[in-house]
Structures are given as C-alpha cells and as structure tokens.
C-alpha cells in the first residue's frame, strides 16, 4: 500500500478553493467512472447522495491525470474517466472506525447502482484513510 499524497492533494484542494484537508478525517476514494457524461454525472450523484446519507461530506471530485499521448488507441477508446472522490467522515474519531464508514459507504454504493444502466462502467475502490 502506497501513503496518501497529502501535499499534492492540499495543492489540489487549494486551488479549488477547499479547505486543507485533515489528515485524521479525510478518506480518499478511486472511481472509475462511464466514459459518458450524463452516466457520469448521476454515478458521482449516486456517490455523493450515498454519502450524504451516511453523514460523509464530499468534499470535492478530483479528476486523476491522464497522458492519453501514451496510452494504445483500444485502451483510450475504453479508458473510464478516473476521479477522486475526496471525503470528510466528521462523527468518527479513530481511524478505525473512519475506515469502516467508508467501507459501508462503499458497500451501500454498489448496492444503490444496481439498477442503473451505467452500473457495470462503475468500478469504486475502497476508500481509507493513513495517518
């Protein structure tokens, strides 16, 4: 397992006019998001109501950069759009417990797109947080 990019990720978080983010209550997840936008648009919103649900604020989609200039013309035309969803689990107080709502978030997610057409384009990694 790799550490958390925090200095990279607070850069981000700055520029988009968020604020720092802490370390003891952020949890980073990986979303392989549809390729087409409207699919894209309510997945991230099933994400985010998901969340809300849970008492989890989003606090920002960070979209991963790609360079497409090195990528094979079959693997960019089926490259899902990658983001980061970046959270804020407030009611938890150890890392633990963090990890845990953020897996149940996970869960809840998967079980909330089942139905939806896009459900199978949908690839959402575990969030976690490291301190």
């Not at 978080?13 to 087409?36: H, N, R, Y």
């Not at 919103?45 to 989609?61: D, P, Q, R, S, Y």
């Amino acid at each position: 397992m790799t550490s958390i990019p925090w200095g990279l990720l607070n850069e981000w978080a700055s520029k988009e006019g968020l604020p720092s983010l802490e370390k003891s209550s952020t949890g980073i997840g990986m979303v392989f998001l549809p390729k087409d936008e409207i699919f894209k648009d309510e997945a991230k919103a099933v994400i985010t109501k998901t969340f809300k649900n849970e008492g989890v604020e989003v606090l920002g989609w960070r979209p991963v950069p790609v360079n497409t200039n090195v990528v094979g013309y079959y693997a960019k035309e089926t490259m899902p759009n990658i983001q980061q969803v970046l959270v804020k689990v407030p009611k938890e107080e150890n890392a633990d417990d963090i990890e845990r709502e953020l897996y149940i978030c996970r869960k809840l997610v998967e079980k909330a797109s089942k139905s939806e057409v896009w459900q199978d384009e949908l690839y959402f990694v575990l969030c976690q947080i490291k301190l």
